[in-house]
């Protein structure tokens, strides 16, 4: 996942984990009510870091630095945006756009550095900062794109938009004229006075869900001083879990700590049909206990208020008012989309339940396939199928090498770069890996780290974004963070990682290269501030190098013995490569659905019973499939009530066709190559929002995207 990143006139500003980037485009406040330019001159954060590339001081930044930090930042910038609304010279590109392009550096550095803290290593403090400048953040935003004029200049720069000779200068212009528009600049007083309370509600709102949603997780976990009951798992499993026990100052115990998505992974190794029955419903409930955690409630309001947002802009559903600007354009069209895989995966996943009802009654058991089953009575499908066990696998997949010799490696065939590690740039955990990138020509490109293992204060699932952006113009090089939630290895033990992890590490580093290639002007249109339905097309394509022969021989060498993996497992990996799709599509686009089935509500829908209009939202889609729950339910579905993918989680089933059809390409072209690297590099990788997405995508691919490839890819199209 890409963490969504607002713009603030094209300071790539990341709002506070992401807590208002649906409520608001870009973030930042009107004059707050705190202690406004105080200290600004000795933050922290007022000046650029000294440190190479500008890497932010980890080892120097209190917690205390952020309120004031922020508070500063927005009075400056605030003053920076009436200096160019109020110059009585005549509006120019220069003096308007360029100098907006400019404005806001110190709120970009401070935010940058909180959005990263309070998604990977949040604490109380932080939260309650983050708790009380969100809203501040978003009328800031507000503020700033509702101002008269200001947008009166941007308008008269746009009017002669046919004046400027560069593309880039050109697609700046049409990217902020309706950045403004879409922000409101062009309805009535009344209305925007209307707009700008609700984004403080709805950037408040996000924040507490998020809030609320870490500490339902944490919550959830499943807990026993029975260690019986943990039978099926491994003795590194049952080793992490006595950690994450004493990590809570619970010894004595056994704690398997929830992921993000609504499967948990050990429900395919425990024996015990009970206790996977209450680690699935711990997932499943976890944020709706009726209690301070309870998240139905903001869910509820999010919806009600996004669908009157949109209707203050003339769209009959906030789904009308998001895609607008993304490539799908429309929400017939995503719908279109979903409708062409939903029967698909239905069928699939119908024949992949009947094999698991088969193996149920094959072991001698007898009872009803059920969502807690799945995982582990599949793996034994998937064993009697390819005979393939994800224990065999994971002794060739030691993290740190599946990141330097793959990673790393298929960067290098591909693009020509190389990597140094640096253990002097500080972090925020002592987990976390560092490493200087440096391009073809020697030349540095930028700075990678990685902070892989899971935390109780981290958020769930795995992410991408910039501590500090790209930009020819501001001078500055790329320095991205891979995050991710993988079980820490108890002391001494080696970390090993399934194929499933190995896959999210590809993933990720694919944002990580579209993040590093940038090779912008403007930071508005820098690296991966794209669509979102664009945006997940590089690390969706990345994926497929893991499986890539000269890639995966590379890394996968077992850990103890120094082999690489043998060829006739690597063809159980290939064979098995569209096992349980049905599934796994499946659970996708019934999230997918449960979105747009959200943000397609009208103004004058009622306030929802959350339970039940999740249910008729998969059955109206046609994806309430037996025993496939949807990915994650309304009540912990971060991406769309925190991150920034309101009406916009189709993108990963969308994103998936575009990296198909890439793949393809590539397949057809030799396969990895430099010459086939550098070419998605230079028309795809490199381009940032410089031009629009569908003539971007048909300079590389040679036609629109088609759904064919990914069909026949993710074992679709058929039986297998």
Same mark, same amino acid.
């Given at each position: 996942?890409l963490?969504?990143?607002?713009?603030?006139?094209?300071?790539?500003?990341?709002?506070?984990?992401?807590?208002?980037?649906?409520?608001?485009p870009?973030?930042?406040?009107?004059?707050?009510a705190?202690?406004?330019?105080?200290?600004?001159?000795?933050?922290?954060?007022?000046?650029?870091?000294?440190l190479?590339?500008?890497?932010?001081?980890?080892?120097?930044?209190?917690?205390s630095?952020?309120?004031?930090?922020?508070?500063?930042?927005?009075?400056?910038?605030?003053?920076e945006?009436?200096?160019?609304?109020?110059?009585?010279?005549?509006?120019?590109?220069?003096?308007?756009?360029?100098?907006?392009?400019?404005?806001?550096?110190?709120?970009?550095?401070?935010?940058?550095?909180?959005?990263?803290?309070?998604?990977?290593?949040t604490?109380?403090?932080?939260?309650k900062?983050?708790?009380?400048?969100?809203?501040?953040?978003?009328?800031?935003?507000?503020?700033?794109?509702?101002?008269?004029?200001?947008?009166?200049?941007?308008?008269?720069?746009?009017?002669?938009?046919?004046?400027?000779?560069?593309?880039?200068?050109?697609?700046?212009?049409?990217?902020?004229?309706?950045?403004?528009?879409?922000?409101g600049?062009?309805?009535?007083?009344?209305?925007?006075?209307?707009?700008?309370?609700?984004?403080?509600? $709805?950037?408040? =709102?996000?924040?507490?869900?998020?809030?609320?949603? @870490?500490? /339902? %997780? &944490? #919550?959830?976990?499943?807990?026993?001083?029975?260690?019986?009951? $943990?039978a099926? =798992?491994?003795?590194?499993?049952?080793?992490?879990? @006595?950690? /994450? %026990? &004493? #990590?809570?100052?619970?010894?004595?115990k056994?704690?398997?700590? $929830?992921?993000?998505?609504?499967?948990?992974?050990?429900?395919?190794?425990?024996?015990?049909?009970?206790?996977?029955?209450?680690?699935f419903?711990?997932?499943?409930?976890r944020?709706?206990?009726?209690?301070?955690?309870?998240?139905?409630?903001?869910?509820?309001?999010?919806?009600k208020?996004?669908?009157?947002?949109?209707?203050?802009?003339?769209?009959?559903?906030?789904?009308?008012?998001?895609?607008?600007?993304?490539?799908?354009?429309?929400?017939?069209?995503?719908?279109?989309?979903?409708?062409?895989?939903?029967?698909?995966?239905?069928?699939?996943?119908?024949?992949?339940?009947?094999?698991i009802?088969?193996?149920?009654?094959?072991g001698?058991?007898?009872f009803?396939?059920?969502?807690?089953?799945?995982?582990?009575?599949?793996?034994?499908?998937?064993?009697?199928?390819?005979?393939?066990?994800?224990?065999?696998?994971?002794?060739?997949?030691?993290?740190?090498?599946?990141?330097?010799?793959g990673?790393?490696?298929?960067?290098?065939?591909?693009?020509?770069?190389?990597?140094?590690?640096?253990?002097?740039?500080?972090?925020?955990?002592?987990?976390?890996?560092?490493?200087?990138?440096?391009?073809?020509?020697?030349?540095?490109?930028?700075?990678?780290?990685?902070?892989?293992?899971?935390?109780?204060?981290?958020?769930?699932g795995?992410?991408?974004?910039?501590?500090?952006?790209?930009?020819?113009?501001?001078?500055?090089?790329?320095?991205?963070?891979?995050?991710?939630?993988?079980?820490?290895p108890?002391?001494?033990?080696?970390?090993?990682i399934?194929?499933?992890?190995?896959?999210?590490?590809?993933?990720?580093?694919?944002?990580?290269?579209?993040?590093l290639?940038?090779?912008?002007?403007?930071?508005?249109?820098?690296?991966?501030?794209?669509?979102?339905?664009?945006?997940?097309?590089?690390?969706?394509?990345?994926?497929?190098?893991?499986?890539?022969?000269?890639?995966?021989?590379?890394?996968?060498?077992?850990?103890?013995?120094?082999?690489?993996?043998?060829?006739?497992?690597?063809?159980?990996?290939?064979?098995?490569?569209?096992?349980?799709?049905?599934?796994?599509?499946?659970?996708?686009?019934?999230?997918?659905?449960?979105?747009?089935?959200?943000?397609?509500?009208?103004?004058?829908?009622?306030?929802?019973?959350?339970?039940?209009?999740?249910?008729?939202?998969?059955?109206?889609?046609?994806?309430?499939?037996?025993?496939?729950?949807?990915?994650y339910?309304?009540?912990?579905?971060?991406?769309?009530?925190?991150?920034?993918?309101?009406?916009?989680?189709?993108a990963?089933?969308?994103?998936?066709?575009?990296?198909?059809?890439?793949?393809?390409?590539?397949?057809?072209?030799?396969?990895?190559?430099?010459?086939?690297?550098?070419?998605?590099?230079?028309?795809?990788?490199?381009?940032?929002?410089?031009?629009?997405?569908?003539?971007?995508?048909?300079?590389?691919?040679?036609?629109?995207?088609?759904?064919?490839?990914?069909?026949?890819?993710?074992?679709?199209?058929?039986?297998?």
């Amino acid at each position: 996942m890409l963490l969504i990143r607002s713009l603030l006139l094209g300071a790539a500003v990341c709002a506070l984990a992401v807590a208002a980037a649906q409520a608001a485009p870009a973030k930042a406040a009107k004059k707050p009510a705190g202690p406004a330019g105080a200290g600004a001159a000795g933050s922290v954060f007022a000046k650029p870091s000294p440190l190479f590339l500008h890497a932010p001081q980890f080892d120097k930044i209190k917690d205390s630095d952020f309120a004031p930090a922020i508070y500063a930042a927005m009075a400056q910038q605030r003053a920076e945006i009436e200096k160019i609304a109020n110059n009585p010279a005549p509006a120019t590109f220069d003096n308007t756009i360029v100098a907006m392009e400019r404005s806001g550096q110190m709120l970009d550095r401070v935010l940058s550095v909180f959005s990263a803290l309070t998604g990977a290593n949040t604490n109380d403090t932080l939260d309650k900062i983050d708790t009380e400048t969100s809203p501040k953040l978003a009328a800031h935003h507000d503020a700033i794109f509702l101002n008269p004029k200001l947008f009166a200049r941007v308008q008269a720069v746009y009017d002669h938009h046919a004046a400027l000779k560069d593309p880039e200068a050109q697609q700046l212009l049409k990217v902020t004229y309706d950045q403004f528009v879409h922000s409101g600049a062009k309805l009535a007083p009344a209305d925007q006075t209307r707009l700008k309370a609700i984004n403080e509600q $709805l950037s408040s =709102l996000a924040t507490s869900f998020q809030q609320k949603l @870490v500490a /339902a %997780a &944490k #919550a959830g976990a499943y807990v026993t001083d029975d260690k019986t009951k $943990l039978a099926g =798992l491994s003795d590194q499993q049952i080793a992490a879990a @006595v950690q /994450a %026990a &004493k #990590a809570r100052g619970l010894e004595g115990k056994w704690v398997l700590p $929830l992921q993000n998505t609504t499967q948990q992974p050990v429900l395919q190794d425990l024996s015990d049909r009970s206790v996977r029955e209450e680690v699935f419903n711990h997932s499943w409930t976890r944020a709706e206990k009726g209690d301070a955690n309870d998240t139905r409630e903001l869910v509820a309001t999010e919806a009600k208020l996004r669908a009157e947002k949109a209707k203050l802009f003339g769209y009959p559903n906030y789904a009308g008012y998001v895609l607008e600007n993304q490539m799908a354009k429309t929400p017939e069209a995503v719908q279109s989309f979903i409708g062409q895989l939903a029967p698909a995966a239905g069928a699939r996943a119908g024949r992949e339940a009947a094999d698991i009802q088969k193996a149920i009654e094959a072991g001698g058991e007898h009872f009803q396939l059920k969502p807690w089953d799945w995982e582990r009575y599949s793996e034994r499908v998937r064993k009697a199928k390819y005979d393939l066990n994800d224990e065999e696998l994971k002794p060739y997949f030691l993290l740190d090498k599946v990141l330097t010799d793959g990673l790393f490696y298929a960067a290098g065939q591909l693009y020509g770069i190389t990597f140094k590690p640096r253990t002097d740039i500080p972090t925020w955990s002592p987990d976390m890996k560092v490493f200087e990138v440096h391009d073809k020509d020697g030349s540095v490109l930028g700075l990678a780290y990685f902070d892989y293992f899971k935390r109780d204060n981290k958020s769930g699932g795995a992410w991408m974004s910039n501590l500090v952006g790209q930009s020819k113009l501001l001078g500055t090089k790329p320095v991205i963070f891979n995050v991710a939630n993988f079980t820490k290895p108890a002391p001494g033990q080696p970390a090993l990682i399934s194929f499933d992890d190995v896959t999210t590490m590809f993933h990720e580093f694919g944002h990580g290269l579209h993040g590093l290639f940038a090779n912008q002007k403007y930071p508005t249109l820098s690296g991966t501030n794209v669509a979102r339905d664009f945006v997940e097309f590089p690390s969706q394509f990345n994926e497929n190098w893991a499986l890539d022969p000269k890639v995966l021989n590379h890394y996968a060498v077992h850990y103890k013995t120094g082999q690489t993996i043998p060829p006739a497992l690597v063809a159980k990996i290939k064979k098995a490569r569209t096992f349980n799709q049905g599934y796994t599509m499946g659970e996708l686009i019934a999230a997918a659905e449960m979105d747009m089935q959200w943000h397609m509500l009208g103004t004058d829908a009622p306030k929802q019973d959350v339970d039940a209009f999740e249910v008729k939202a998969l059955k109206a889609g046609g994806v309430d499939y037996p025993n496939v729950p949807p990915r994650y339910r309304s009540s912990y579905f971060l991406h769309i009530w925190s991150n920034g993918y309101a009406a916009g989680y189709y993108a990963y089933p969308w994103t998936q066709m575009l990296a198909d059809d890439s793949f393809a390409w590539f397949t057809d072209h030799g396969g990895l190559t430099r010459a086939n690297g550098q070419r998605f590099r230079d028309l795809i990788l490199s381009k940032g929002h410089t031009e629009e997405y569908g003539p971007m995508f048909r300079a590389f691919y040679g036609k629109d995207p088609d759904i064919g490839p990914m069909l026949k890819h993710r074992g679709l199209a058929g039986d297998e």
